[in-house]
T-cell receptor
Framework: GEDVEQSLFLSVREGDSSVINCTYT??????LYWYKQEPGAGLQLLTY?????DMKQDQRLTVLLNKKDKHLSLRIADTQTGDSAIYFC??????????FGTGTRLTIIP | KAGVTQTPRYLIKTRGQQVTLSCSPI?????VSWYQQTPGQGLQFLFE???????NKGNFPGRFSGRQFSNSRSEMNVSTLELGDSALYLC????????????FGEGSRLTVL
């Protein structure tokens, strides 16, 4: 079956790095994504990684993919108050639809 | 260029009524997908359209339907509303059939009383 799991909550001090983890189960996933959702808003595409890569860096964001363990992580360097949001990981399966995780609520401690 | 536009942003209906939600994709995008977001079930795939054809459908009852027009704009309809249909309905557009990058709108928040 398709099940994407994430921790529900993460608190990080401003200026520290945040690491949000995700475990997926569909080994045939082609792309894996990270989306950000702020209160009352839709989903903002942050970054994505092709399944044959193991790392992608984009400014403050670093995505790590361990395909053997089906583990995806998002590291946000120098976390700021504007990074407070819910972060969703998602996998794209063969039928071109996204299966989302439960979301991780990131809280920044001043 | 403009992002994905969804209307209306908020609406309130009563049980048994029907509702139509609209989505205008990013200019040039030909694929439109719909997702339902609720606190209990999270984000669930509803359906996806490409070139006016429904390519994929999620596990929702027949009360949920949609269509796509020749200009790629899409509508979804929910008939005989139930309390459990209260949700944020999100539309996403993608450039082509591969759906590599999905860009979401702000959503339509439906409350069923």
């Amino acid at each position: 079956g398709e099940d994407v799991e994430q921790s529900l909550f993460l608190s990080v001090r401003e200026g520290d790095s945040s690491v949000i983890n995700c475990t997926y189960t569909d080994s045939s996933s082609t792309y894996l994504y990270w989306y950000k959702q702020e209160p009352g808003a839709g989903l903002q595409l942050l970054t994505y990684i092709f399944s044959n890569m193991d790392m992608k860096q984009d400014q403050r964001l670093t995505v790590l993919l361990n395909k053997k363990d089906k583990h995806l992580s998002l590291r946000i360097a120098d976390t700021q108050t504007g990074d407070s949001a819910i972060y969703f990981c998602a996998e794209m399966t063969g039928n071109e639809k996204l299966t989302f995780g439960t979301g991780t609520r990131l809280t920044i401690i001043p | 260029k403009a992002g994905v536009t969804q209307t209306p942003r908020y609406l309130i209906k009563t049980r048994g009524q029907q509702v139509t939600l609209s989505c205008s994709p990013i200019s040039g995008h030909r694929s439109v997908s719909w997702y339902q977001q609720t606190p209990g079930q999270g984000l669930q795939f509803l359906f996806e359209y490409f070139s006016e054809t429904q390519r994929n459908k999620g596990n929702f009852p027949g009360r949920f339907s949609g269509r796509q027009f020749s200009n790629s704009r899409s509508e979804m309809n929910v008939s005989t509303l139930e309390l459990g249909d209260s949700a944020l309905y999100l539309c996403a557009s993608s450039l082509d059939a591969a759906n590599t990058e999905l860009f979401f709108g702000e959503g339509s928040r439906l409350t069923v009383l």
